[in-house]
């Protein structure tokens, strides 16, 4: 299992907002069924990693299609093969 954590910056688009990219990243994901947290800075996804690395392009192309000519993505990917592994387990581990 792996936990892809992914945040987009539209450039250019003449407002310091980007939540509806959010939003339409959100709706993304409401519609494949991906398991994901929403956090101030970025968006936690959790599965297997090509999946994974599908999702963060169709996100990735959002502010694209709305016009946008510059984004910049930041993603970070943590798999861990030796042990079951989700969102909630690791959280759960530092919050006890």
Partial sequence: MSILEINIVPVGTGSASYSS?????????????????????????????????KVAEEIHNIPFQDGVMRVVTNI????????????????????Q
């Fill in 21 to 53: 990219f959010v939003q339409d990243a959100v709706n993304l994901l409401n519609k494949r069924g991906q398991k994901y947290t929403v956090t101030p800075t970025s968006t936690v996804i959790e599965g297997n990693t090509p999946e994974l690395m």
């Fill in 76 to 95: 970070m990917i943590d798999e861990r093969r030796d042990k079951p592994d989700n969102m909630e387990k690791r959280v759960n581990e530092v919050c």
